[in-house]
């Protein structure tokens, strides 16, 4: 894939949409949902999260706040009021989450895609059990995620794009992903507690099959923040945002309408 650009669009105005992606992956992970939302006049800037992609590596433990303290020295200002349109996938939703609670000022609208929210106990213990043996045998881990994502029968993502991805998660800090893979891990525990204080207009949409960030949790996310609507794609998996684009692009422009006041 291309890289994703961090300088907007030169003909788009407005608010911008801000992406933040999820652990192991980086910016360009967006390149196609960006090429969508540009068409559709939107700003956008992606950003690689700590410890990923073009940031410092990560050489001691993390927290969700930490990380998110991070990321909301890095958006971008210079919009009408220094807000954004903030979307986060998996890892970087949870941040989005923190950030939309705890520097409201910063956030127009949160989208919560593919996102884990309150793990039940025994949730909980099955991400725990992949924590536990994440640094074990790398490689191995990351052919499984890939299993996971891009089910061997998937047609709808180019094999390009899948070894894209196997690429971009090999090159991985072993360090620095397990110090965030550990906040993807147990961060819902840190955000659970506080979404029903997030005042942003929030979307929480995920894949009908994702096993992992199930639609159950997008409903429980629409349940706990007061403004959220939630969208379930048909078909979609985890990688929603590289799978189902011509779902996810229209999903996020229309709910940025609404939030506007505008038709879509």
């Given at each position: ?133 994440a640094g074990d045998d790398f490689a191995e881990g990351v052919e499984a995620s890939i ?75 629409a349940a706990a923040i007061p403004d959220c609507r939630v969208t379930i794609v048909p ?30």
């Amino acid at each position: 894939m291309h890289s994703a650009s961090d300088v907007p669009a030169p003909h788009a105005s407005g608010t911008p949409v801000v992406l933040l992606h999820g652990v192991g992956l980086d910016r360009t992970m967006w390149d196609p949902l960006i090429a969508r939302l540009e068409t559709d006049g939107h700003r956008c800037i992606a950003i690689d999260l700590p410890g990923h992609g073009a940031q410092p590596p990560l050489r001691e433990p993390q927290t969700l706040a930490s990380l998110a303290a991070d990321v909301l020295e890095r958006l971008p200002n210079g919009a009408p009021d220094d807000r954004v349109h903030l979307v986060g996938f998996s890892l970087g939703a949870l941040i989005a989450q923190h950030i939309a609670r705890f520097a409201p000022d910063r956030v127009a609208t949160l989208t919560s895609v593919n996102s884990v929210c309150r793990r039940t106990p025994d949730e909980a213990a099955k991400v725990e059990a992949r924590l536990a043996t994440a640094g074990d045998d790398f490689a191995e881990g990351v052919e499984a995620s890939i299993e996971r994502w891009y089910p061997a029968a998937t047609t709808t993502v180019p094999p390009e794009v899948i070894a894209g991805t196997r690429r971009t998660l090999l090159a991985n800090d072993l360090e620095s992903y397990l110090h965030a893979y550990t906040v993807f891990v147990r961060g819902d525990r840190e955000i659970g507690p506080e979404l029903g204080a997030i005042s942003a207009p929030a979307l929480a949409i995920t894949g009908e099959l994702d096993p992992g960030s199930t639609p159950e949790m997008s409903r429980r996310l629409a349940a706990a923040i007061p403004d959220c609507r939630v969208t379930i794609v048909p078909g979609a998996r985890h990688m929603m945002p590289v799978e189902d684009t011509p779902a996810l692009a229209p999903a996020i422009t229309a709910f940025i309408a609404a939030s506007e006041g505008r038709s879509s």
